[in-house]
């Protein structure tokens, strides 16, 4: 679905007659640029390592959005205590302990209702395992996106419409445009303003 509907054309400066495949690929092309299947609420998985000493990791996509009827973001969160890297045994004692009850590697369900989490950095907060180790790999599937479009998204959208149709190189006459050549184009069409726009949903572990 484009990003910008025919009701809102004239209000960000477009023709009213534009096509439906000038907006289609526009938004294709937002989703390319903020490196994510797109700005609606998906739904991701990542395996996720925790750093020595800290309990906190962040999620790649944002912002954490459950989707109706859902009441949270998160559909399953699994975390385990891996065996550390070398130079990360925090606890020696207490990791011997886990090793002698084949705890290591054993990934333990756990109620999202127990993990801190910050919607709009994407930060989730672990509590220690039962024998009072911190855990050290996670597993979390949840739901991230735009649950209402803002007006940024928007004129993003219509702003790289407007490159295309200044661009020489494609035919702004044509019924329906070449993806490959709007992906060819695709760093004259999304300028600095239009990389401003979007700078606050593109994917933070991916650049």
Not at 160 to 179: R, Y
Request: aromatic share 10%.
């Amino acid at each position: 679905m484009g990003y910008l509907q025919p009701t809102d054309y004239e209000s960000f400066g477009l023709a009213s007659d534009t096509t439906d495949d000038w907006i289609t690929v526009a938004s294709a092309l937002i989703d390319s640029h903020c490196r994510r299947l797109s700005l609606n609420p998906t739904q991701y998985m990542e395996r996720l390592r925790l750093t020595a000493g800290s309990q906190t990791v962040r999620l790649t996509y944002l912002p954490l959005t459950p989707i109706a009827p859902a009441t949270s973001p998160f559909i399953n969160i699994q975390a385990r205590y891996a065996r550390p890297r070398r130079g990360q045994m925090i606890y020696p004692m207490q990791e011997e302990i886990a090793w002698a009850f084949a705890l290591p590697g054993a990934w333990t369900q756990m109620d999202p209702s127990t993990v801190d989490f910050v919607p709009y950095t994407g930060e989730l907060i672990f509590p220690m395992n039962v024998l009072g180790l911190p855990y050290n790999e996670v597993q979390v599937t949840y739901t991230a996106g735009l649950s209402i479009i803002p007006d940024a998204v928007m004129a993003a959208c219509a702003l790289i419409v407007k490159n295309a149709q200044a661009t020489p190189g494609l035919n702004v006459k044509s019924s329906k445009i070449d993806t490959m050549q709007m992906q060819y184009f695709s760093d004259t069409l999304i300028d600095s303003t239009v990389q401003t726009l979007l700078k606050p949903w593109v994917a933070n572990r991916l650049g």
